[in-house]
């Protein structure tokens, strides 16, 4: 009998931008299989995407209440071990909570949810429960990022002095200066999307990324946020000042109105001895820089990459790796995790980081609010 993870998935319908990327991460180590779902609140476009995907008809639900009834109805072998949810923001935290109740793992699309108090409550749930959950900041799965991890965690940049993360985007700009196109982004819309749009969406990938590389949390911040319309109420844009619990200081730069940008996301730390510098356009190399020796480029796939950073490369240097590889390494630690097999740390997001990441999101909006103070987030969850 096989031994793969029967994955349901929510969301990620034939209209949207991240299922394929779920599914083909989930199929990449072949250690899931897609068992059904419901991938759009539309009856006849739920049904066709499904049959599309050769799932049984019985396994396709048209909601996540038909979901959870129908797969306990199944024998324990035959049920689904996880669900992906995929939808957005505002369904996050009713279909997550619904699922760790009756007993699912989870694998949730960031932001986590759209309120620091809803993703608490995530987390005590999860406590009570004991069941996997992940949070899919894709980025954390690409090789070089867990690279830098671990270069950083060795000491080799030495003491953190100094962190600078971009994310610039520029799709939101001709939707923003049109009325009706900013009314009719769900993005902008602050009950689907929560309080923030720029933040929520790409600031979280950014900060998750700060603590994650460097193993440091953020203790303080001062946000100044955009918005350029009276009648849109969500953040397009922002300049994040962060003191980092070690006393590094530095910034976090992101846009959706960066015109002709789409997804130039770069993180660069400085330590008092070299830097690393990696740009998420460019994912299979990592920059190290010094003092004394010449710019170096180390490039994934390679003998003196790290085992955490090899363990998800899938095919010889030279041939290019990208996102949905990224997402792919994610999917396998949490196979790691569901199956209790040997990991290594960090092998996916968790969901204490997706907790964090709605932290951060109210502190930024509170900083702005307040006049662009600083905020203590503290460096605890
Ligand atoms: N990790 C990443 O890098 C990344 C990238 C893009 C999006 N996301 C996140 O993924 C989520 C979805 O984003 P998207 O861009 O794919 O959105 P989208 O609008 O393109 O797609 C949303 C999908 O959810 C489906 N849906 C809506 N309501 C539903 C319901 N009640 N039941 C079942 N399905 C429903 C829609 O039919 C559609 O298929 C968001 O939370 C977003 O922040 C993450």
Redesign the pocket.
């Known amino acids: 009998m096989s031994d793969k993870i029967r994955l349901g998935i929510?969301?990620?319908?034939?209209?949207?931008?991240?299922?394929i990327v779920h599914r083909i991460a989930a199929n990449m180590f072949d250690r899931y299989e897609l068992v059904g779902g419901?991938?759009?609140?539309k009856p006849e476009?739920n049904t066709a995407f499904a049959q599309h995907l050769g799932l049984a008809a019985n396994r396709v639900y048209p909601?996540?209440e038909a979901l959870v009834a129908g797969e306990l109805a199944l024998p324990e072998e035959e049920r689904m071990e996880v669900v992906s949810v995929?939808?957005?923001?505002f369904?996050?935290f009713p279909m997550a909570k619904k699922l760790l109740e009756n007993g699912f793992h989870v694998i949730c699309?960031?932001?986590l949810t759209t309120t620091y108090a809803e993703a608490q409550e995530l987390a005590a749930l999860q406590k009570q429960q004991q069941k996997v959950f992940a949070v899919?900041?894709?980025y954390t799965g690409y090789p070089m990022v867990r690279q830098m991890k671990h270069m950083i965690a060795q000491g080799e940049i030495g003491a953190i002095q100094r962190v600078d993360l971009q994310y610039y985007q520029g799709w939101i700009n001709p939707i923003i200066h049109d009325a009706a196109q900013r009314a009719a982004t769900?993005r902008l819309q602050p009950d689907k999307s929560g309080i923030s749009c720029c933040v929520g969406?790409i600031g979280t990938?950014a900060f998750d990324m700060l603590e994650y590389v460097t193993g440091q949390q953020v203790d303080q911040l001062l946000a100044d946020l955009n918005f350029l319309y009276p009648d849109n109420p969500m953040d397009i844009d922002a300049t994040i000042l962060v003191r980092m619990q070690n006393k590094a200081k530095g910034v976090i730069r992101v846009s959706q109105i960066a015109t002709g940008e789409e997804n130039n996301f770069s993180v660069a730390i400085y330590g008092r001895k070299g830097a690393l510098k990696w740009e998420q356009e460019n994912p299979n190399y990592l920059h190290h820089l010094t003092e004394d020796q010449p710019f170096q480029t180390l490039k994934r796939g390679n003998a003196y990459i790290a085992a955490v950073a090899q363990d998800g490369v899938k095919i010889p240097s030279g041939h290019p790796e990208g996102i949905f590889d990224a997402m792919g390494n994610i999917y396998k630690g949490v196979a790691k995790a569901i199956r209790n097999e040997k990991a290594f740390d960090g092998e996916y997001p968790s969901l204490e980081d997706g907790v964090r990441g709605m932290q951060f999101i109210e502190q930024v909006v509170a900083s702005h609010k307040a006049g662009n103070q600083w905020i203590t987030m503290g460096t605890n969850t």
């Not at 419901?38 to 609140?41: A, H, I, R």
């Open positions: 929510l969301g990620g319908g034939g209209d949207s931008l991240i299922g419901c991938f759009n609140p476009e909601s996540i995929l939808t957005p923001n369904l996050h699309e960031k932001p899919t900041y894709t769900w969406d990938h």
